[in-house]
């Protein structure tokens, strides 16, 4: 019983480790882009929408919530 939970133990830091290597692999090749425009738009997605962005509507919900929240 001892012995099996040593080598599961011994298996999971070793498949852990891995895991860890890799993915500190990957992050650091996704860091380095060579595309200029990318690395100049510091995140920012431009899109090519022709529609109207509307973040708030004067209702009266709106309205009483603002009311109360003050």
């Known amino acids: 019983m001892q012995q099996s939970r040593r080598d599961f133990a011994k298996k999971t ?3 852990a480790a891995g895991a860890a290597v890799a993915g500190s ?3 650091v090749m996704a860091g380095t882009s060579v595309d200029k425009e990318a690395s100049l738009s510091n995140g ?4 090519s929408s022709n529609k109207k962005e509307i973040t ?3 209702t009266e919900t709106w309205a009483e919530y603002y009311k109360n929240a003050l």
């Open 13 to 15: 830091a070793i498949v």
């Open 25 to 27: 692999a990957t992050a």
């Open 44 to 47: 920012v997605v431009v899109g």
């Open 56 to 58: 708030y509507k004067k």
